[in-house]
């Protein structure tokens, strides 16, 4: 049996059997690595955009190359991002320096540890791996419509997760997530020192500090996206499952 | 449609609380137990950094051909004290780098004898804190040069650079530790892009320490001291910004 690690039904141990429908299927549907390090990124991840913003105020411009400031041509000239949206509140460059870099280690130390328990425990190999079969057109087509008829589960396999899922997911972690942490690593100087390949990697260091803006506001369209579809997909539910572990299958929709 | 209200509610929940949480954020970084640890990032990106690092890793050098264009100057553009005044207006002609401190052989070197050292010529990436950088040439001795030149014991810990300028009325300096004192790419710097440094960029000589962002790239160097500590140095926290405004000691992050 792949893909779903226990099957269980707390429900009947904690309310009086239902005489006439049998108790819905309750599915252990997330591991408790991965609960751990969602609940982490909850909160670094709040931290590290509100202190990025604040970072940035202290310039914003952004710039392609291994250079750039004021008398440079930026690609990019941001606004004054407002003190309710940064970390601290008020224009603190330090401050919010200090912020971003003791999370920053939260968020790459987390992620190291996200990816090697999920290694362990098999989550990544179980839950994440995308089949070629997955990735056909007709296949993507068809879940693209379930998604837009707010289908989201798979009733032979509800506890799965779909392909665009997967999709969304893996690529957070795997390219996103990763991205953010190498350009962060790249922007600083005692970094390039010793590992002077790095930031080559992303083309130099305004380049970098660029792709790390850009990657941000990758990661907060899929905060977007993924806050919505959690919305839609039954919030109690589904933030249930992310604390405890245990997700209840839906009635199917038709 | 009650699962409407839920929603609607959680969403209303969701950003009030992120509201609270940001609000929250300045609340406890009054905290000091909280404060400490927030701050100790810098000595964990320190002690890993150093981890990965050798006393030979340089920071990259550049040709000439990538050099910025124009290369910003920041900070104090002309300390503008009688004494600078005084030096800047015979051309540094009488002036002395003092090299005291925890030295067996305390230093006071002319400009014509720190011309006279063999230099080190390097293009290198300036990085402002703020995120701005831009790539200049410097030339000038190596630090490491001067402190065995000075015979500095074996007790130093940091080398703090005293400098010319005021900042919002306060002596400038900053600090290095041995580390980076001793790197081959640290040097005074006295000529920048092929001519003796301007007022603007630190005239008549600056340092640079290429490991590290821009505030420790001390401008107007007028002294440089050896100390064990640097409780007793300026406020304690390792230079002007370290003391002032809490920027980080460590500014190779």
């Known amino acids: 049996m792949d893909g779903i690690a226990k099957i269980d039904s707390p429900a009947s141990h904690a309310e009086p059997i239902r005489p006439v429908n049998a108790p819905r299927q309750w599915i252990y549907k997330h591991q408790v690595t991965t609960r751990i390090w969602h609940w982490i990124n909850v909160v670094t991840v709040f931290i590290m955009i509100g202190s990025g913003l604040g970072i940035l105020n202290a310039h914003p411009h952004l710039y392609w190359g291994q250079y750039g400031a004021n008398l440079d041509p930026a690609w990019l000239h941001l606004p004054r991002w407002p003190g309710w949206m940064t970390i601290p509140g008020h224009y603190n460059l330090a401050l919010s320096r200090r912020w971003h870099m003791f999370f920053a ?7 190291l540890f996200f990816m090697i328990s999920s290694l362990i425990n098999r989550h990544f190999q179980r839950q994440l791996r995308i089949s070629s079969g997955e990735l056909s057109p007709g296949h993507l087509w068809f879940d693209i419509k379930e998604h837009l008829a707010f289908r989201f589960h798979d009733s032979k396999n509800p506890g799965a997760f779909n392909v665009l899922q997967k999709i969304a997911y893996a690529s957070t972690i795997f390219f996103f997530i990763p991205t953010l942490i190498l ?4 922007m600083s100087p005692g970094m390039n020192a010793a590992w002077p390949w790095l930031i080559e990697l992303f083309g130099g260091r305004s380049s970098a500090r660029s792709i790390h803006f850009i990657g941000m506001v990758a990661l907060i369209g899929f905060i977007v996206v993924h806050l919505a579809l959690v919305m839609l997909a039954g919030p109690i539910g589904e933030i249930r499952s992310m604390i405890t572990g245990y997700w209840q299958v839906p009635e199917e929709r038709h | 449609m009650s699962s409407l209200i839920t929603r609607r509610a959680l969403v209303a929940g969701a950003a009030g609380s992120a509201g609270l949480l940001l609000s929250g954020c300045d609340q406890i970084a009054e905290n000091p137990t909280f404060r400490k640890i927030l701050f100790s990032g810098n000595d964990i990106h320190r002690a890993m950094q150093r981890l990965l ?3 030979r890793s340089l920071a ?13 100057a920041n900070g104090t ?8 005044n005084a030096h800047l207006a015979n051309k540094f002609a009488d002036f002395g780098l003092r090299v005291d401190g925890l030295v067996n052989r305390p230093l006071n070197i002319s400009m ?3 011309k006279a050292m063999p230099t080190r010529t390097q293009i290198t990436r300036h990085d402002c804190v703020e995120g701005w950088s831009a790539i200049g040439k410097w030339h000038g001795p190596m630090l490491g040069n001067i402190l065995k030149a000075a015979d500095v014991k074996s007790s130093a810990r940091h080398i703090v650079f005293h400098c010319a300028d005021l900042f919002h009325g306060k002596n400038y300096y900053t600090s290095i530790d ?3 004192a001793f790197h081959p790419q640290t040097i005074l710097a ?4 092929n001519a003796p440094i301007t007022v603007a960029h630190g005239a008549p000589i600056r340092l640079r320490a290429e490991r590290q962002l821009g505030y420790k790239h001390a401008k107007y160097v007028m002294r440089v001291e050896a100390v064990a500590s640097l409780a007793g140095i300026g406020m304690g926290q390792g230079g002007y910004w370290e003391d002032n405004v809490d920027y980080d000691n460590y500014a190779g992050i």
């Not at chain 2, 006295?190 to 892009?193: F, T």
């Open chain 2, 53 to 55: 690092s050798t006393d």
């Open chain 1, 183 to 186: 350009t962060g690593l790249a």
């Open chain 2, 60 to 72: 990259k050098e550049f040709s000439e051909s990538e050099m910025s264009p124009v290369f910003r």
């Open chain 2, 190 to 193: 006295w000529a920048m892009n």
């Open chain 2, 178 to 180: 041995m580390f980076d």
């Open chain 1, 105 to 111: 280690l939260v968020f790459g130390f987390g992620l």
């Open chain 2, 112 to 114: 014509a004898e720190l």
């Open chain 2, 77 to 84: 553009l002309n300390p503008g004290t009688p004494e600078y």
